[in-house]
């Protein structure tokens, strides 16, 4: 199975916003949502941000949002702070039954 | 406050098997949710799945590891296990295991290296 497709790395100034896409075929992000968004600060395990393409962790802050179009999902976050500078994965579920994750993307909070 | 922890040797000859366990402690116990994932990341790389068990016994895996990999739960301990044979150098990375549909939780992961 193939990862889906995020750009390697995005940027903002604190209090911007900004968009990262995740995309993938009709056989996985685009089939089922059953999209989920991951944070992964250095040397921690990664966290749960939003799952079914658009629902938040209990916890999880309101600046972060999900949804999906065709066969690509976004995770926008509102309001930059530099706590967000992280790394980012997209996951989906596939119609073979198993998960697939995204490549990563860097977030820079310039 | 619901944990996994990864425990297992740290170091793995080429060739012979990998074998890992999750132990869930704090409230949840390992029949209490459908799905247990494992998942790894080599140093400086994206993560990749490698498999999950449906409590109910039935086990998905990744395609490329199919081949390779058993992951099996043990109720009674709170246990999930994954076994990955046939190790090489491509295999060492940090694992970790997660729980649910979504990796609601994940434990704090465990490096293996692959090295003779």
């Known amino acids: 199975q193939s990862a889906l497709t995020q750009p390697a790395s995005v940027s903002g100034s604190p209090g911007q916003s900004i968009t990262i896409s995740c995309t993938g075929t009709h056989s996985d992000v685009g089939g089922y949502n059953y999209v989920s968004w991951y944070q992964q600060h250095p040397g921690k395990a990664p966290k749960l941000m939003i799952y079914d393409v658009s629902n938040r962790p209990s916890g999880v802050s309101n600046r972060f949002s999900g949804s999906k179009s065709d066969n690509t999902a976004s995770l926008t976050i509102s309001g930059l702070q530099a706590a967000d500078e992280a790394d980012y994965y997209c996951s989906s579920y596939t119609r073979s039954s198993t998960l697939v994750f995204g490549g990563g993307t860097k977030l820079t909070v310039l | 406050q619901v944990q996994l922890q990864e425990s297992g040797p740290g170091l793995v000859k080429p060739s012979e098997t990998l074998s890992l366990t999750c132990t869930v402690s704090?409230?949840?116990?390992?029949?209490?949710?459908?799905?247990w994932s494992w998942i790894r990341q080599p140093a400086g790389k994206g993560l990749e799945w490698i498999g999950r068990i449906y409590i109910r016994g039935s086990t998905n895996y990744n395609p490329s590891l199919k081949s390779r990999v058993t992951i099996s739960v043990d109720t009674s301990k709170n246990q999930v296990s994954l076994k990955l044979s046939s190790v090489t150098a491509a295999d060492t990375a940090v694992y970790y295991c997660?729980?649910?549909?979504?990796?609601?939780?994940w434990g704090q992961g465990t490096m293996v290296t692959v090295s003779s």
């Open positions: 997660a729980r649910g549909w979504a990796f609601d939780i």
């Open positions: 704090g409230g949840s116990n390992s029949s209490d949710f459908y799905y």
